[in-house]
């Protein structure tokens, strides 16, 4: 069965930092693109980073540039997003998910709908 697992996330004061990890279990995680998305308490989720296969593509939407970087270990079948200078707006439950569309490898004009075998999510808090 294709499993994702998040682990790293909890309550952070501004300004802090932490590590998500997502591992895939039951699958080789090494071909797929991987997508990080968020979702706010009353808000849709939201798509935040992606991986390419092999790692050479990555990109990061405009709110978490600069302060997020997205990694993989394919020998370790995981990937990572590192959350730095965390703001309290960044409070969400944190998804990885991988991509399933046309591409599978690639980060092309991630949407959504392009991924999936999503995992069961990672509460990120921040706050004072």
């Known amino acids: 069965q294709l499993q994702l697992v998040e682990s790293g996330g909890g309550l952070v004061q501004p300004g802090g930092s932490l590590r998500l990890s997502c591992a895939a279990s039951g699958f080789n995680l090494e071909p797929y693109a991987i997508g990080w998305f968020r979702q706010a308490p009353g808000k849709e989720r939201e798509w935040i980073s992606c991986?390419?296969?092999?790692?050479?593509?990555?990109q990061y939407a405009d709110s978490v540039k600069g302060r997020f970087t997205v990694s993989r270990d394919n020998a370790k079948n995981t990937a990572y997003l590192q959350m730095n200078s965390l703001k309290p707006e960044d409070t969400a439950v944190y998804y990885c998910?991988?991509?399933?569309?046309?591409?599978?490898?690639?980060?092309?004009?991630?949407?959504?709908?392009?991924?999936?075998?999503w995992g069961q999510g990672a509460q990120v808090t921040v706050s004072s």
């Open positions: 998910a991988i991509r399933t569309s046309e591409g599978i490898g690639s980060c092309f004009s991630p949407e959504e709908t392009d991924f999936g075998s």
């Open positions: 991986i390419s296969s092999r790692g050479s593509s990555r």
